[in-house]
């Protein structure tokens, strides 16, 4: 047997933490002949409470694998109207395109932040740029959680479902717009978490929205224009 190492942060102790993103930053550095070059660096940020957190290697400490450093990667920028930060993604290329859009999308209370300068935010420098906020959307919504899916077709489409407490919005351009979905049971309900899969039934097979909410568990079949309580297999026999 071995015993159990574990990373800390501790800027977050204490505080509640809601999700986890990863992905990739650029940073400058020095090609050996004179100049610098752009190289890609693993990136983990926490979305919490308190903020959102870039989060980078510490070192060893007791029991610990490791005390992690880093910082908040909004600490000057953050919207006042913002306090706390659930998830973050970016969305999927619109086909024919197979490459992955640069914005960064971060659901709050206070409605969804575009950022495009996030991947030169270096998470090591206390110096450097915070994330800047480009756009903003559903303003008066706390958004909850997404969900992704891609359409072929001419035009393709980059689906986006945001699950709000005010049910389910949706975009079609790869975020740059937003509309509501038809209502869940006809009223505002509060979606916390979305999923999207394909099911068969009858040899028809369809795309599937799952959202779970407050007053249990809803599936749609055409992109939010219609809600079934799950159990109900009518939508798939349609």
């Known amino acids: 047997t071995s015993n159990f190492t574990s990373d800390h942060f501790n800027l977050v102790d204490q505080h509640n933490v809601y999700g986890l993103y990863k992905d990739k930053f650029l940073r ?3 090609d050996g002949n004179g100049g610098v070059k752009q190289v890609e660096i693993d990136s983990l940020y926490l979305l919490s409470d308190v903020g959102i957190f870039g989060v980078t ?3 060893p400490s007791g029991s610990l694998n490791s005390l992690l450093t880093g910082r908040n990667m909004m600490a000057t920028t953050k919207p006042s109207d913002v306090n706390y930060f659930y998830k973050a993604f970016r969305a999927l290329p619109t086909p024919p395109a197979t490459k992955t859009p640069v914005p960064l999308f971060i659901l709050t209370d206070a409605g969804i932040l575009k950022l495009r ?9 206390s110096a450097g740029l915070d994330f800047i906020v480009e756009s903003r ?29 005010d049910g389910v919005y949706r975009s079609f351009d ?14 505002p309900v509060i979606v916390y978490d979305l999923a999207i899969f394909s099911s068969t039934y009858s040899s028809i097979t369809s795309d ?3 959202a779970c ?3 249990g568990m809803f599936y749609s079949v055409d992109d939010g224009d219609t809600w079934y309580r799950t159990g109900n297999i009518f ?3 349609a």
Do not use: M
């Open 137 to 165: 959307h559903l303003t008066n919504k706390t958004c909850y959680s997404y969900a992704l899916r891609q359409q072929t077709g001419t035009p393709g489409k980059s689906k986006i479902f945001i699950g709000t407490n």
């Open 235 to 237: 939508a798939l026999e």
């Open 57 to 59: 290697d510490g070192a």
């Open 174 to 187: 790869e975020g740059n717009n937003f509309e509501k979905c038809e209502r869940i049971e006809g009223g």
């Open 117 to 125: 300068n996030w991947s030169w935010c270096d998470r090591n420098d």
């Open 28 to 30: 400058l550095v020095d």
């Open 213 to 215: 909410t407050e007053r």
């Open 208 to 210: 599937v929205i799952l």
